[in-house]
């Protein structure tokens, strides 16, 4: 069955850096990859959607990096803030309908 | 004000007892599903639903049941068949089936008394 890893940690990083979480997957071809937001109690808040055709996608200070060779994709935010202190989940989908959902990593962002 | 809401915010099943979690959305999104989740885990789908009428079990679906009488509403039932109900329950829209974006409702925590 379809296996995805996140960050196994917690991360904590000086606000103004760049934070970069990691998402691995096996056995699974996904179409799209897309990362969201969850604060604590609160649902998942989509970021970012990716395809398996694209290498990379921005949206302001986020970008998203998906190899389908090494089977990963990279997320990033630049310019961290104490704001985007939150945990990050990363969910595969195929064409099909069901989505796959990694265990989030959590980040902090210190100020 | 468009959106999907989840209704209640906590909710207590005592033993044996049938327990239902509502999902409205009134986003005109044909797909909606229910996931469950756990302290140190990910979402995990229990059914997903991509027409009125129609819904498939997901990964998890035993002593969970569904209905989809309507395209705005996707009520969950956990029954008494569900040994350890005691999670956050979170129910999503998206436009279309298949890599659509997801929108998410605020949960529903359940707790066995």
């Known amino acids: 069955s379809q296996k995805i890893e996140q960050n196994s940690e917690a991360l904590n990083i000086q606000e103004g850096k760049t934070a970069t979480l990691t998402c691995n997957y096996t056995n699974y071809s996904p179409a799209y990859l897309q990362w969201y937001r969850q604060d604590p109690g609160r649902g998942p808040v989509f970021l970012l959607l990716i395809r398996e055709n694209e290498k990379e996608k921005r949206k302001e200070r986020l970008k998203v990096t998906f190899d389908t060779t090494l089977k990963q994709s990279l997320f990033h935010i630049t310019a961290s803030q104490p704001a985007d202190s939150a945990t990050y989940l990363c969910?595969?989908?195929?064409?099909?309908?069901?989505?796959?959902f990694g265990t989030g990593t959590s980040l902090t962002v210190i100020p | 004000d468009g959106g999907i809401t989840q209704s209640p915010k906590y909710l207590f099943r005592k033993e044996g007892q049938n327990v239902t979690l509502s999902c409205e959305q009134n986003?005109?999104?044909?797909?909606m599903y229910w996931y469950r989740q756990d302290p140190g885990q990910g979402l995990r789908l229990i059914y997903y639903?991509?027409?009125?009428?129609?819904?498939q079990k997901g990964d998890i679906a035993e002593g969970y049941s569904v209905s989809r009488e309507k395209k705005e509403s996707f009520p969950l039932t956990v029954t008494s068949a569900q040994k350890n109900p005691t999670a956050f329950y979170l129910c999503?829209?998206?436009?279309?089936?298949?890599?659509?974006?997801?929108?998410f409702g605020p949960g529903t925590r359940l707790l066995v008394l």
């Open positions: 969910a595969l989908a195929n064409t099909g309908n069901q989505f796959y």
């Open positions: 639903s991509q027409i009125v009428n129609d819904f």
């Open positions: 986003l005109n999104h044909d797909a």
């Open positions: 999503a829209s998206a436009l279309r089936s298949g890599g659509e974006t997801q929108y």
